[in-house]
Nanobody, 122 residues
Framework: VQLQAFGGGLVQAGGSLRLSCAAS????????MGWFRQPPGKEREFVAFATWDSAITYYAPSVKGRFTISRDNAKNTVYLQMSSLKPEDTAVYYC????????????????WGQGPQVTVSS
């Protein structure tokens, strides 16, 4: 299983970025996917979740209305569109494959990509 996430970078507050996570080595379209992040000096936290068909999505309250998770099963890729970025969104972002359990619990995910850094300047 491989998860390659990219698209991070430095952006000013109020700006936008789109993260992509390309998956391989498993039946991508059969699995729910999640995005997590780890701000500097803090623990990793849940950001967004989507079922295999994106029919159900969930967001952390801190990003709801600003971030959108989507996926293209034909390309084995999950995306995180981030808008109206704030300095507190600065973190390393991770995509992950859900094996079962609570969508917001990182223990429910068994494969993780190496996250891109997102830095939002004020």
């Amino acid at each position: 299983v491989q998860l390659q996430a990219f698209g991070g970078g430095l952006v000013q507050a109020g700006g936008s970025l789109r993260l992509s996570c390309a998956a391989s080595g498993f039946a991508f379209r059969s699995h729910s996917m999640g995005w997590f992040r780890q701000p500097p000096g803090k623990e990793r936290e849940f950001v967004a979740f989507a079922t295999w068909d994106s029919a159900i999505t969930y967001y952390a309250p801190s990003v709801k209305g600003r971030f959108t998770i989507s996926r293209d099963n034909a390309k084995n890729t999950v995306y995180l569109q981030m808008s109206s970025l704030k300095p507190e969104d600065t973190a390393v972002y991770y995509c992950a494959v859900r094996r079962g359990g609570t969508y917001s619990d990182e223990n429910s995910y068994n494969y993780w990509g190496q996250g891109p850094q997102v830095t939002v300047s004020s």
